[in-house]
Structure formats: structure tokens, C-alpha cells
């Protein structure tokens, strides 16, 4: 059997996206840019493309530009707002996402003030601190804090991020890449500057996604050469990926509601089985307050078996993560657990769910976990 379990680092297409792509991959292959009819069939799917998801999150159609994924599109809101707006401040936090974190690291070395925003143990923006930043206004500001966490799944207040920072005059940046699709995000009801997706975290595909720009901040060009994405950044567009995103986001948030659900009963399933069956088991993050329904953060205590818990499930076929993406198998540190102080004795897993898990796949899990873990607790 095998149990994946790690859909914040990524999540499997559905077949609809995969549908969409492979029924325009065999139909057209002319260039969009392309003036003929072959170049204008393709680009009429990139148009339909970008008007469905500007639908979808309440933008207007001039608002979205594809990129290359989250990574993208976060670089591309930190980058152009302090080259094209002004801004000489960035608010962030210690726990974003490592495409924010090694980002403003280069805009600092290039005088760009970067200030970080107190969190608390579960991962709560300190919204009190963030108002004391931003009651100095002398330098221009972005305030870029995520939506919700990728490791421990805590979820920021973005209404209230929204209105501190139009009563301070601040931009506004959020990293949704782990909440569209997910969570109703509407633009046109909270005001933001800039917001990114990645497809692959809603079962589109890889190596895509968009950035949300609010029409209101002109920004220039961050890849040059040809017209494309009406000349900010050039290149031939992903046109089956963008289709495929469209389609997947499409369904994420028509599905929403029902998926949530699904996803939610699965996650308590396993949240309560971890805690009927083991010793000292903690969870990280909000985890029954504000929290990321796709994401189980658990700690386990500290022990020689525990140790190996990563590999050893992997060998039982279970898929999960030591923190994001980039630590998973390779049990690297990691900089959340760092900022929020936990103890680094404990090993923290993250489980994350999507709407294609049962509940049968935690039972194993389960099974498979009294194997490996000592401290099980004896029923009597
Ligand atoms: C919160 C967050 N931001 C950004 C990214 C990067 O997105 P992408 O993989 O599409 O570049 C990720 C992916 O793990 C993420 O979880």
C-alpha cells in the first residue's frame, strides 16, 4: 500500500486537468502569440484561462499574470514593489516560506530595510507589534505575511493584515500558495496588493502559477524580451499548465465546501487516534483554533525510534514530510521550529491531506505507527 500524505509540498493532478491538457496538447500547437488562426485558438485558452481565475478570486482579468509557480510570483511581488512603488520597508515574518526569506535577505543587502513581525509558540502574527511597525511611516512599507503557514498550518488574520495596513498606507503582500483553492479568497472584498498561487497545490500542475498584481500598482516588466503577459514577463507562455491550472482551480473552489469537509474528517481521525494511542504527543501550530485543514503538524517526544520516523515510514510506503518540501526525507532543520522555539529533541512530522485520502489510509497509518513508536499506550 501507498499512503500519500504530503500534499502541502505538492498534490496529485486531478483528472480533469490532466483532461483539459492532454485534449489541448493534442489539438493545438500553434504559438500564442502567433497572429494566424493556430496561434489564436491557443491564445484564446490562455485568455479563457486567466478570466476564469480572475473570476475566482474577484480580480479583474488584468490583475492575474502567469508565472513559473508560488516561488515566482512571491519574488515577483517582493521585487517589483521595492523597484517600482518605492518601498524602502519590508514587513515579513521569521516563518514565511524560504522563496520570501532569501528574497528580502538580497533586498536588505541592497539597503532595503527588512523588519520582522513577533509571532507566538503556535505561529499567530503578533498584530498589536505589527500595528506599532506601521505607525511609523517615513519609509514606504510592504507588509508580506502568509496566509497560512506551510509546516504548521497556523492562518493569519488577512482581513485584519488588510485594514492595518490601508489605515497605515502600507502595500500589502500575502503568500496564498497553501490557501487558494482551499479557502475563499476574494479580492475585491479584502483589499491587497499582491497575492501568488502555485497550480500544484490544488491539483493542477507543476512549474505554474500567477501573481495577483492590484491594478492600482504599476509595476514594471520582470523579464524581458517578447510581449507576453502584456510585456511583464516575456517568454513563450505554459499554455497547457496555465489550462490545466484553470480547470484545477475551478474545481478546488466549486468543490470547496465538500472537500473541506472530507479533508477536516480525516485530519481529526488521525488527530484523535494520535492522541488515544501515544504518549506525549503534541501538536504544533493552532491546531484547533486557526488552522490549515490540510495540515497535521505533530510532534512526537523524543526517543532512538522516533529518530528514524521519516524513513521508517517511507519503508512501510507513507508519505509525509519533516517540515516543507525541501526538508522532507532529507530531515533537515528548520527555520519554523526554529522562530517558534520548539524543542529540538522532539521530532515534528507534518502530515498534510487532500480530498483523495480515507480514512482506511490513517488506520494504516496507525497500524503501521504502533510498529515503530515504543511508547504506545496500553489499553487495559
Ligand atoms: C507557503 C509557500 N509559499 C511558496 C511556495 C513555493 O511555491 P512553488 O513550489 O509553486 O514555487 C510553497 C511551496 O512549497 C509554499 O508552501
Redesign the pocket.
Known amino acids: 500500500m501507498r499512503v500519500y500524505f504530503d500534499n502541502?509540498?505538492t498534490t496529485p493532478l486531478c483528472e480533469e486537468a490532466i483532461e483539459t491538457m492532454t485534449t489541448l496538447m493534442r489539438a493545438y500547437h500553434g504559438n500564442p502569440s502567433s497572429i494566424h488562426a493556430c496561434g489564436r485558438k491557443v491564445r484564446s485558452s490562455i485568455e479563457q484561462a486567466r478570466k476564469n481565475i480572475a473570476n475566482l478570486i474577484g480580480a479583474s482579468i488584468g490583475e492575474i499574470f502567469f508565472t513559473s509557480?508560488?516561488?515566482?510570483a512571491?519574488n515577483m511581488a517582493l521585487n517589483c514593489s521595492v523597484r517600482d512603488l518605492g518601498v524602502t520597508r519590508i514587513i515579513t515574518s521569521p516563518i514565511e516560506?524560504h522563496?520570501i526569506l532569501h528574497c528580502t535577505d538580497k533586498l536588505e543587502d541592497q539597503g532595503v530595510e527588512v523588519v520582522l513581525v513577533n509571532i507566538d509558540k503556535q505561529g499567530h502574527f503578533d498584530y498589536d507589534h505589527l500595528e506599532s511597525l506601521l505607525v511609523d511611516k517615513r519609509k514606504k512599507t510592504l507588509v508580506s505575511l502568509?496566509h497560512a503557514?506551510?509546516e504548521i498550518g497556523t492562518v493569519s488574520d488577512m482581513q485584519r493584515i488588510s485594514q492595518l495596513c490601508e489605515l497605515y498606507e502600507a502595500y500589502y503582500h500575502s503568500?496564498t500558495?497553501?490557501t487558494i483553492g482551499h479557502f475563499p479568497i476574494d479580492v475585491s472584498k479584502t483589499k491587497i496588493s499582491f497575492l501568488?498561487g502555485?497550480a500544484?497545490?490544488f491539483h493542477g500542475p507543476k512549474g505554474v502559477?500567477f501573481v495577483y498584481i492590484n491594478g492600482d500598482n504599476m509595476v514594471k516588466p520582470m523579464i524581458f524580451g517578447g510581449g507576453q503577459e502584456r510585456n511583464m514577463r516575456a517568454g513563450t507562455e505554459n499554455v497547457y499548465g496555465i489550462a490545466g491550472m484553470s480547470k484545477a482551480l475551478e474545481l478546488a473552489c466549486g468543490e470547496m465546501e465538500e472537500r473541506r469537509k472530507h479533508i477536516n474528517d480525516i485530519r481529526s481521525y488521525l488527530k484523535n487516534s494520535l492522541s488515544e494511542n501515544f504518549e506525549d504527543i503534541q501538536f504544533n501550530g493552532d491546531a484547533d483554533g486557526a488552522f490549515l485543514y490540510t495540515v497535521l503538524s505533530v510532534s512526537f517526544p523524543p526517543s532512538d525510534k522516533s529518530d528514524m520516523l521519516l524513513l521508517n515510514l517511507d519503508i512501510h510506503g507513507i508519505s509525509c514530510s519533516g517540515g516543507?518540501?525541501c526538508s522532507s526525507g532529507a530531515e533537515a532543520g528548520s527555520h519554523v521550529q526554529k522562530a517558534l522555539e520548539s524543542d529540538p529533541k522532539r521530532k515534528n512530522i507534518r502530515f498534510s491531506f487532500s480530498h483523495f485520502n480515507t480514512k482506511a489510509e490513517v488506520d494504516y497509518l496507525m497500524e503501521k505507527l504502533a510498529t515503530i513508536i515504543p511508547a504506545h499506550v496500553e489499553r487495559v
Not at 509557480?69 to 515566482?72: D, F, N, Q, R, V
Open positions: 502541502a509540498a509557480g508560488g516561488t515566482e512571491n516560506h522563496c502568509m503557514n506551510n503568500d500558495v497553501q501568488s502555485g500544484h497545490k502559477g516543507s518540501a
